[in-house]
């Protein structure tokens, strides 16, 4: 008999990413991906045709699982029809709907310890809040809602709406600790009851795509990346796609009232707290943009500057923030003098700056009792020299760079094999191979540098 097949998908912000893979370990035996269109919201439809460019792979699947960015509002009328593209995770205008929700229902301490984590703009919960004050016939039609994975398992075949406990914990509508909806809460939103997809079990087949492969029940890109790696005790990742993500592992549920961590649960029936920014990679975009250099000769340049970048100093905050929570804010550049202004010294600051802001991200974990023995940097800006040059002393622990691979559609197909063993356990997978970096040298001067600016301009 021929081996068996399983496909996963990554639909992110910036495209869908799809590896199939051997069933029994893991090897990847052929990737596609397909671009989405640019900014923070975007009609689901996009997604499907993206999703489309891979039929031909997917169809050589005997399972397929979908991990998606999370958060993402798809709001369905009584057809199933989407009612307007979905507000994506990046978009900040609930903001202030955020700030309502907040202080209506109990205030910040209140809401972390029902939903796991205080919810700000990226939240599930408060898009459906500015659709019910700013379009109202919109939340009227309103019957369903779903996250971006669920809309695409759906249209994959699940025999009903469906989602999973990772992605239902970045609803802010739905409990980690007790494992069950909140509708009152998505009712205080929109306004009204709306339908939400079950949730299915770690590891449970939801039904069947048209060629007959078995569906696993998907899941956020973060735990999908949690999966796909095989997290470990004491294992920190840090994450530099469009967001920059610092999570790890727990067995238990989070509940930080500070709002800084996120008590997300994972793929697997245990938990993911989790902090996100905002700006991440597109730091290292915006700099190349800003120096007239690609993303490898912006390395080379960050490489060439001496640490602390001749004093010039980033705070990148330049889509809005959210960890810290600041919407609104923007980029500022700090310390030019017509001594230090050149290329190498503002390429350094902006790789200082992103590696700062996961810095920053990790020490909010570990004031939540996650205690980092390593840190694993993955992402696409991981793909920079110069982010894995200068990682270790900014983050101030080893870090270990598994092989640049795909590794939320990779925690997706483990998630399809495991649907297609039917095992309590997800299926081992080798661990994949990685590059060890250290450094000799603390970077606290740096990170000093980079705290009295983020903390000087807080309302920038
Ligand atoms: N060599 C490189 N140097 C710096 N940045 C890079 C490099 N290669 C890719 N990137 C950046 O990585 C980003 C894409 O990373 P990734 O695929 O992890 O993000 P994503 O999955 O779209 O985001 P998210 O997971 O947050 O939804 C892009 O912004 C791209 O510019
Ligand atoms: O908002 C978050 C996590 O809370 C992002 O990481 C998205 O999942 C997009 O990747």
Redesign the pocket.
């Given at each position: 008999m021929a081996e068996s097949l399983v496909a996963g998908v990554?639909s992110?912000?910036?495209?869908t990413k799809v590896v199939l893979c051997r069933a029994a370990d893991g090897t990847v035996v052929a990737e596609a991906s397909a671009p989405h269109p640019d900014g923070t919201e975007c009609h689901p439809d996009h997604w499907w045709s993206a999703l489309s460019h891979a039929r031909e792979l997917l169809e050589r699947a005997d399972a397929v699982a979908v991990a998606a960015?999370q958060h993402g509002m798809v709001a369905l009328d009584g057809t199933g029809e989407v009612v307007r593209p979905a507000l994506l995770w990046n978009d900040t205008r609930s903001a202030p709907q955020a700030r309502a929700l907040v202080e209506e229902l109990g205030g910040a301490k209140a809401w972390a310890e029902r939903t796991g984590s205080v919810p700000v703009a990226s939240f599930t919960v408060t898009k459906l809040r500015w659709m019910a004050e700013n379009e109202p016939a919109n939340a009227r039609r309103t019957e369903r809602v779903m996250l971006p994975h669920d809309w695409l398992t759906l249209r994959l075949g699940a025999s009903e709406p469906v989602t999973d406990r990772g992605d239902a914990s970045g609803t802010g509508y739905w409990s980690p600790a007790a494992g069950a909806y909140l509708p009152d809460l998505l009712r205080a939103a929109l306004g009204r009851d709306a339908a939400t997809p079950r949730v299915a079990a770690p590891g449970e087949k939801v039904g069947e795509t048209s060629w007959g492969a078995a569906l696993g029940a998907g899941t956020g890109?973060n735990m999908g990346a949690a999966l796909g790696l095989g997290l470990r005790p004491g294992d920190v990742v840090v994450s530099i796609?469009?967001?920059g993500t610092a999570f790890a592992v727990a067995d238990e549920p989070a509940a930080d009232a500070s709002g800084l961590v996120a008590g997300f649960a994972d793929a697997t029936g245990r938990f993911l707290p989790l902090v996100a920014t905002l700006n991440a990679?597109?730091i290292?975009?915006a700099a190349a943009a800003m120096t007239g250099a690609t993303?490898?000769e912006l390395?080379a340049l960050a490489l060439a500057a001496e640490p602390g970048a001749g004093g010039v100093t980033l705070l990148p905050y330049l889509d809005g923030e959210r960890t810290p929570d600041r919407p609104d804010a923007s980029g500022v550049l700090a310390g030019l003098t017509t001594a230090n202004a050149t290329r190498e010294n503002v390429a350094r600051a902006a790789v200082e700056a992103l590696l700062c802001s996961l810095a920053d991200a990790v020490d909010h974990l570990a004031a939540q009792g996650v205690r980092p023995r390593r840190t694993l940097l993955i992402?696409?800006?991981a793909?920079?020299e110069a982010v894995r040059a200068l990682a270790p002393a900014i983050l101030g622990t080893p870090v270990t760079v598994p092989e640049p691979a795909e590794y939320?559609a990779l925690g997706a197909a483990r998630q399809a094999a495991w649907a297609l063993a039917g095992t309590p356990e997800p299926p081992a997978w080798p661990a994949p191979p990685a590059t060890e970096h250290t450094s000799d040298r603390t970077a606290a001067d740096v990170r000093a540098r980079y705290a009295a600016l983020r903390d000087a301009a807080p309302e920038i």
């Open positions: 990554d992110s912000t910036q495209s960015q890109d796609g469009t967001s990679a597109r290292l975009s993303l490898a390395s992402g696409g800006g793909r920079s939320v």
